[in-house]
């Protein structure tokens, strides 16, 4: 018998707070049953699950996410997350068009966001 990878658990201040700015990123619903206040937020297509801890988030991630956009292009997409709250972290971007941004969402927690299948090809 094999386990399997239920969720991805992220620690937060505000679990409904940053799963809402990540359901907006992904475009996937948060679970019905989650509401402000909540000690813990579900983006269950995501396989995401945000948890309260004590303590704002301190050094470097350990892990991350990388994103990659499926109908837009990395540079679109970088834009509309900013939009969404992110800030910007780190622009790996190439003049040849290859690598990738490294941004930080409300919270913190940094992520990358890659060229899309259509800019790899």
């Known amino acids: ?6 969720h991805v658990t992220i620690d937060s201040l505000d679990p ?3 799963a ?3 359901s907006a990123v992904l475009d996937r619903p948060l679970h019905e049953d989650d509401h402000p206040g909540d000690e813990m ?4 297509d995501a396989g995401l699950l945000f948890v309260t801890v004590p303590e704002a988030k301190a050094g470097k ?8 956009p499926q109908d837009r292009t990395r540079d679109q ?3 509309r997350v900013l939009g969404l709250g992110a800030t910007l972290v780190d622009d790996q971007r190439k003049p040849d068009g290859t690598g990738w941004v490294v ?4 919270e913190g927690n940094e992520f990358c966001v890659e060229r899309s299948a259509a ?3």
């Open 119 to 121: 800019e790899r090809a």
């Open 1 to 6: 018998m094999t386990s399997l990878i239920r």
């Open 41 to 44: 937020a579900l983006i269950e």
């Open 77 to 79: 997409e970088v834009e």
């Open 61 to 68: 991630n350990r892990v991350h996410l990388d994103l990659q």
């Open 16 to 18: 409904y707070a940053l």
């Open 20 to 22: 809402t700015f990540w």
């Open 103 to 106: 941004l930080a969402d409300p």
